[in-house]
Nanobody, 124 residues
Framework: QVQLVESGGGLVQVGGSLRLSCAAS????????MGWFRQAPGKEREFVAGISRSGRSTYNADSVKGRFTISRDNAENRVYLQMNSLKPEDTAVYYC?????????????????WGQGTQVTVSS
């Protein structure tokens, strides 16, 4: 098993940046494909970005392409989401997830472990 804890959320103005961090404990994170998902009030959870176990392959949702970057540091057992040019529609609770998946995956039910989430609020 692996435990995931997100941090780095907060309140930011439109056009600003935030860097989310996901710290893993238990099993080494290099065993898992990692993903970031988000859920806004009244909406379903949606995929944001995913990264393969090695970090060589990444996949972003169309809504964040060119603005968000996912990365990982397997030595530090951490995954990151750099978010730039933030928009009000990026406001959501952001979740880190780990799964035994080939490559990357935008499908939530393929991820077995989830963090508690961190709130990101973008004000206009």
């Amino acid at each position: 098993q692996v435990q995931l804890v997100e941090s780095g959320g907060g309140l930011v103005q439109v056009g600003g940046s935030l860097r989310l961090s996901c710290a893993a404990s238990g099993r080494t994170v290099s065993t898992y494909t990692m993903g970031w998902f988000r859920q806004a009030p009244g909406k379903e959870r949606e995929f944001v970005a995913g990264i393969s176990r090695s970090g060589r392959s990444t996949y972003n949702a169309d809504s964040v392409k060119g603005r968000f970057t996912i990365s990982r540091d397997n030595a530090e057992n951490r995954v990151y989401l750099q978010m730039n040019s933030l928009k009000p529609e990026d406001t959501a609770v952001y979740y880190c997830a780990a799964g035994v998946v080939h490559g990357t995956s935008p499908v939530a039910h393929q991820y077995d472990y989830w963090g508690q989430g961190t709130q990101v609020t973008v004000s206009s």
